[in-house]
C-alpha cells in the first residue's frame, strides 16, 4: 500500500496567517491526492480534489498543490472557521490511504 | 437533498459480527462507487472498503481483508459492510462516502474524490 506522511502533525496559529501542510507519498501518485477538513464531531469536508482543482463552495483562500509524490494544501489567510484538522487522502490505487492529519490550533 | 444515513452501529464482543448500512439519497445511487472510512476515538481517518457502481468490483484495507465484506443493494440504494471477527482495534466511527467524479486528468481519466460523507456509526468492541 501506498504511505502517506503528512507534516506538521499540529500547527499553531493566527488569523490571518499564511500556513502550508505537506503530504508526501511513497510512490508517484499523479495528481491523484486530495484534502479534506474535519471539525470535532463532525464527517469529513472536501476540500481540494486532483491535487489542485478546488470543490464547489470552498474558498479560494484553499489552494493545492504538487504531483508525484509531494502535494501541499496552503490556507492564504487563515479564518476562524478554519481552525480544524486536516487529511490528505490518495486515491490514485486501492487501497487507497490518509495521512496522518494536521491539527490546525489558534496561537 | 444529497444525503447519506450510516445504521447498525453498536456494542460487540470481540469475534462478534455487525453488519452496517448506508442509505443514499438524492442522486443516482446506481452511478457511483462507495466506500467505508473509518475513525478510532482520538485517531486520524482510515480508508475501510470500497464497491464499484455496478458492485463488480470490491476493495478492501489489508487490516480487514478477509474479515468485513463490502455490497450493495442498488434498489434499496443502500451500501452493507458485513463486519466479522471482530477486535478491538476496529472500535471506531464508521463513515460511508460517495466517490464523485470530477475533472478530466492528463493521463485520459478523470480525477474522483470523496465527495458526500454520512454523519457516521459508532462501532464499540469490548467485552
Known amino acids: 500500500a501506498i504511505q502517506m506522511t503528512q507534516s506538521p502533525s499540529s500547527l499553531s496559529a493566527s488569523v490571518g496567517d499564511r500556513v502550508t501542510i505537506t503530504c508526501r507519498a511513497s510512490?508517484?501518485?499523479?495528481?491523484?491526492l486530495g484534502w479534506y477538513q474535519q471539525k470535532p464531531g463532525k464527517a469529513p469536508k472536501l476540500l481540494i480534489y486532483g491535487s489542485f482543482t478546488l470543490q464547489a463552495g470552498v474558498p479560494s483562500r484553499f489552494s493545492g498543490s504538487g504531483t508525484g509524490t509531494d502535494f501541499t494544501l496552503t490556507i492564504s489567510s487563515l479564518q476562524p472557521e478554519d481552525f480544524a484538522t486536516y487529511y490528505c487522502l490518495q486515491d490514485y490505487n486501492y487501497p487507497y490511504t490518509f495521512g496522518q492529519g494536521t491539527k490546525l490550533e489558534i496561537k | 437533498e444529497v444525503q447519506l444515513l450510516e445504521s447498525g452501529g453498536g456494542l460487540v464482543q470481540p469475534g462478534g459480527s455487525l453488519t452496517l448500512s448506508c442509505v443514499a439519497s438524492?442522486?443516482?445511487?446506481?452511478?457511483?462507487?462507495m466506500s467505508w472510512v473509518r475513525q478510532a476515538p482520538g485517531k486520524g481517518l482510515e480508508w475501510v472498503s470500497a464497491?464499484?457502481?455496478?458492485?463488480?468490483?470490491?476493495f478492501y484495507a489489508d487490516y480487514v481483508e478477509g474479515r468485513f465484506t463490502i455490497s450493495r443493494d442498488i434498489p434499496k440504494n443502500t451500501v452493507y459492510l458485513q463486519m466479522n471477527s471482530l477486535r478491538a482495534e476496529d472500535t471506531a466511527m464508521y463513515y460511508c462516502?460517495?466517490?464523485?467524479?470530477?475533472?478530466?486528468?492528463?493521463?485520459?481519466?478523470?480525477?474522483?474524490?470523496?465527495?458526500?460523507w454520512g454523519r457516521g456509526t459508532m462501532v464499540t468492541v469490548s467485552s
Open positions: 510512490r508517484g501518485i499523479r495528481n491523484d
Open positions: 462516502a460517495k466517490r464523485e467524479k470530477g475533472d478530466r486528468d492528463s493521463w485520459g481519466g478523470y480525477y474522483y474524490a470523496f465527495d458526500i
Open positions: 438524492g442522486f443516482s445511487f446506481n452511478n457511483y462507487a
Open positions: 464497491i464499484s457502481a455496478g458492485a463488480d468490483n470490491t
